[in-house]
C-alpha cells in the first residue's frame, strides 16, 4: 500500500507553498528552501523540484512523489487550470486541517474500544484462567453436596468467558487493522469501499463526499465558470462509486436545462433545505459562497455522526464487559449460596 503524508503534514505544506506564492520566491526557489530544511523527507522534495522543473506544474510534481493525498494532487491541478492556486491553497490548508479534527476523532473511535476490549479480555482471561479453576475444583471435590444444575451453571460462566475472549480477540485485530490502513492512502480507498455498504457508517462517508463536492465546486466556480462545467468538473473529485454517478447524473440533468437545485433533488443528493440554499445561491449569483457554506455544513455533520459513534461504542463495551464479568461471578456464586443453604 501507499503510504501518503499525514492530514496535518498536508496542510503544513500546502502552507508553505502558499508562502512561497505570496512572496517573491518562485516556486523552484521555494522548494530548494524546503529541502535545505528537509532530512527525511529530502528525497521527496528532491523529486518534486526535478519533476517541476521537467512539467513546470506542481501537481505532476507532487505525483510523481506518491506520498500526497489523491484529492490533494486534484485539486491543485483544479487550482493551476483555473489560475485560482492561492484560493486553492488557502481552501486545502482548511480543509486538511478540518481532515486531521477528523483522523483524530477515527483514532480515538478506534483506539479507545481496542483499549476497552483489552481490558476485557484481561480480566475475563484472569477470571477464567485462575479464579474458577479453582471453584472447579472444589465444587469436584464436595461432589455429592452439590447439585448437577450448579456444576453446569459454573461450565457455562466458562464457556460464555472463554467465547467473549474469543470474540473480543478478533475485533480487536480487525480495528487494529482498521488503524493500519488508515495510515494510508490505499488503505482509507478500501476501507471506503466497505464503509459505504454499511448502513451505520455510510451516511458518514456520504458527507464527505458532499464536503468535497462543495469545496471544489467553490473554486471552480469564483473562475466564473457556467455551473454545469463546474459541477462536472467538481465531481470529478467524488471517488465513492455511487455518489459519484448520482453526481454524473446531476451534471446531465443540468445540462439539459434543469436549474442546479432541481437536478440536485432529482438525484436526491440534498435535503430539502440545502436545496433551498443551493436555490437562493442560484437567485442572488452568490452560489460561490454558498458552496463554501455547504461544504463546511457536510464536512460538520460527518463530524458529529463519529463523535456519536464514539459516545455510543464507550458505554457499550463497559456495559458489555460489566455483563460477562458478572455472569462468570454469578455462575460461581450461585453454587457457594447453593451449598450454602444445604449445609
Not at 530548494?32 to 526535478?50: P, V
Request: glycine share 6%.
Amino acid at each position: 500500500m501507499k503510504k501518503c503524508i499525514s492530514a496535518e503534514e498536508t496542510a503544513v505544506f500546502c502552507q508553505q507553498v502558499l508562502l512561497f506564492l505570496q512572496t517573491d520566491l518562485s516556486m523552484e526557489e521555494g522548494i530548494t528552501a524546503l529541502c535545505e530544511g528537509m532530512k527525511r523527507e529530502s528525497k521527496y522534495f528532491r523529486k518534486i523540484q526535478s519533476s517541476y522543473a521537467k512539467s513546470g506544474t506542481l501537481h505532476s510534481a507532487l505525483e510523481a512523489t506518491g506520498i500526497f493525498p489523491e484529492y490533494m494532487v486534484g485539486m491543485i491541478k483544479l487550482g493551476e487550470e483555473t489560475n485560482n492556486l492561492e484560493k486553492t491553497l488557502e481552501s486545502l490548508i482548511a480543509f486538511y486541517e478540518r481532515e486531521n479534527n477528523l483522523y483524530k476523532l477515527i483514532h480515538r473511535a478506534v483506539s479507545y474500544p481496542i483499549l476497552l476490549m483489552i481490558i476485557m479480555v484481561c480480566v475475563i482471561g484472569i477470571l477464567i484462567k485462575f479464579m474458577l479453576p479453582v471453584f472447579s475444583q472444589m465444587f469436584f471435590n464436595l461432589e455429592g453436596q452439590i447439585a448437577e444444575g450448579d456444576m453446569l451453571i459454573l461450565e457455562k460462566g466458562i464457556a460464555v468467558g472463554s467465547v467473549t475472549i474469543v470474540i473480543s480477540s478478533i475485533i480487536i485485530f480487525l480495528l487494529f487493522v482498521v488503524f493500519l490502513m488508515n495510515r494510508t492512502d490505499a488503505g482509507r480507498a478500501y476501507l471506503r469501499e466497505i464503509t459505504v455498504k454499511m448502513p451505520f457508517f455510510k451516511k458518514i462517508g456520504y458527507n464527505m463526499e458532499i464536503a468535497r463536492f462543495f469545496e471544489s465546486l467553490e473554486i471552480i466556480l469564483d473562475d466564473g465558470n457556467e455551473i454545469s462545467a463546474a459541477a462536472e468538473r467538481a465531481a470529478e473529485i467524488v471517488r465513492e462509486k455511487k455518489t459519484r454517478e448520482k453526481f454524473d447524473k446531476c451534471v446531465e440533468l443540468i445540462k439539459n436545462g434543469d436549474p442546479f437545485d432541481k437536478a440536485l433533488e432529482k438525484t436526491e443528493l440534498l435535503s430539502g433545505l440545502h436545496r433551498r440554499m443551493i436555490k437562493a445561491g442560484e437567485l442572488s449569483e452568490k452560489l460561490s459562497s454558498v458552496s463554501k457554506k455547504m461544504s463546511g455544513i457536510y464536512f460538520e455533520m460527518a463530524m458529529e455522526q463519529i463523535e456519536r459513534s464514539v459516545a455510543a461504542a464507550e458505554p457499550m463495551i463497559i456495559a458489555v464487559l460489566s455483563l460477562v464479568t458478572g455472569m462468570i461471578l454469578l455462575s460461581v456464586m450461585i453454587p457457594l449460596i447453593n451449598i450454602t443453604l444445604n449445609l
